[in-house]
C-alpha cells in the first residue's frame, strides 16, 4: 500500500514539476519578443539566442514531428521561426491582430468540419491564418483566392465550382473541405507534414523535385540546401509562428489589444425558390453585411438554384422568419 501510494506521489509530483516548467519556460520565451518596435539589432539578438544558455529551458527538438515540436515550442529552437515570431510580434502586429480578430467567424465551422477528419490535424484549422489572414474575399498576386487561397487549376481538380453566380474558393465549408481533402493526398505522398504544407504552398512539383535533387527526405534539410523557392521556404516556419502565437495570445501580450467579435450562431438552410439577397435581408431581417460575410461565395445580388436548391447559411436568429416565410 505505502509503496504504492509513493509511486503515485512521485507521479503527481512529476505532473505538477512538468506544468510548472511549462509555464515557465514558456513565459520566459515570450518575454524575449516584448520589443516596442522591429530593429536589426533586435532581430540579430531574436537570430543568436541559444535556448540552452539564454534561458530556463526548452525541451529538445530531437526527431520530433512538426506538430509535436510547434506544440510544446521546441520548434522554437529554430531560429527561422523565432524570426517569424519577432516579426509578426512587431512589424506585423497589426496584421496578426486583424487576422486573429477575423478568425472568430469562421473558426466554428473550419473546427466542426475537422472534426469529422481525425487524420487531420487540429493545427490545419489554423491554415488560413497565413494563407489569407482569415479573410475569404482575399485575391493573392497569382490569383489564388479565399480562405485557403486556391488557383483555379487546383480548385476545380478539387470540385469547386467558380462560375457567373458563385466562386466556390470563397465557400467556407466546401473551400474547407476541398483544403482537407488535397492536405491528405499531399501528407500521403509526402509522409510528413511539413512537407505537406511546403507543397501545398509551392507544389508537388518543386517539393519532389527538390527531393529528388538532394536526396533529402525532410522539409529543413530542403531548406538548408537552398533546394525550395525563398516563399516554400519560409511557409513552414511562418506557420509555425503564427501557431504558436494564436495559441499564446496571452503571453504574446495579443490578448489586451484584440476586438474580439462576437458572432452570431449559424446554420444551414435550402434556398429552393428564386431569391435576391436584397428580398433575403427583408424577409430574414438580417443585413446584407452579415449575408456576405457568411455566404462570400456569392458573386451578385441573386441566390443560384442549382439543381433547384442552394444551401445558404444564417443566422440562427434569422431563422423563423426563414421557415415563417417559406
Request: hydrophobic share 35%.
Amino acid at each position: 500500500m505505502n509503496k504504492t501510494v509513493t509511486i503515485v506521489s512521485c507521479v503527481i509530483f512529476a505532473a505538477l514539476l512538468l506544468g510548472y516548467n511549462s509555464r515557465v519556460f514558456s513565459v520566459e520565451l515570450f518575454g524575449l519578443f516584448k520589443m516596442n518596435g522591429s530593429t536589426a539589432e533586435d532581430l540579430k539578438r531574436i537570430r543568436d539566442f541559444n535556448p540552452d544558455s539564454d534561458m530556463f529551458y526548452l525541451p529538445d527538438l530531437g526527431d520530433k514531428e512538426f506538430f509535436e515540436s510547434v506544440d510544446d515550442l521546441s520548434i522554437c529552437r529554430r531560429s527561422e521561426v523565432r524570426e517569424h515570431l519577432y516579426t509578426y510580434l512587431t512589424s506585423g502586429r497589426e496584421y496578426v491582430k486583424k487576422s486573429i480578430e477575423r478568425s472568430y467567424y469562421y473558426m466554428p465551422v473550419i473546427t466542426a468540419i475537422l472534426k469529422e477528419h481525425p487524420d487531420i490535424p487540429e493545427e490545419i484549422a489554423l491554415l488560413p491564418l497565413l494563407e489569407s489572414g482569415f479573410n475569404p474575399e482575399a485575391v493573392s498576386r497569382s490569383k489564388a483566392v479565399g480562405l485557403w487561397q486556391f488557383l483555379s487549376g487546383t480548385s476545380s481538380r478539387l470540385g469547386l465550382r467558380n462560375d457567373q453566380w458563385t466562386d466556390e474558393r470563397r465557400d467556407i465549408e466546401k473551400s474547407t473541405t476541398a483544403a482537407i481533402r488535397h492536405l491528405r493526398y499531399l501528407y500521403k505522398r509526402f509522409g510528413s507534414w511539413d512537407l505537406a504544407l511546403a507543397a501545398y504552398n509551392g507544389g508537388c512539383g518543386q517539393v519532389g523535385r527538390a527531393m529528388d535533387r538532394t536526396g533529402a527526405k525532410d522539409f529543413w534539410s530542403l531548406r538548408e540546401n537552398g533546394a525550395l523557392s525563398n516563399e516554400t521556404s519560409q511557409y513552414v516556419p511562418r506557420f509555425a509562428a503564427l501557431v504558436i502565437i494564436y495559441r499564446n495570445r496571452r503571453l504574446s501580450g495579443l490578448s489586451g489589444e484584440l476586438n474580439i467579435p462576437r458572432p452570431a450562431a449559424t446554420e444551414n438552410v435550402q434556398v429552393n425558390t428564386p431569391v435576391t439577397t436584397g428580398e433575403l435581408c427583408r424577409i430574414c431581417n438580417v443585413n446584407m453585411e452579415v449575408i456576405r460575410r457568411y455566404n462570400p461565395e456569392l458573386k451578385t445580388g441573386v441566390i443560384p438554384s442549382y439543381s433547384g436548391t442552394y444551401t445558404l447559411r444564417l443566422p440562427e436568429e434569422s431563422l423563423k422568419y426563414w421557415n415563417e416565410y417559406f
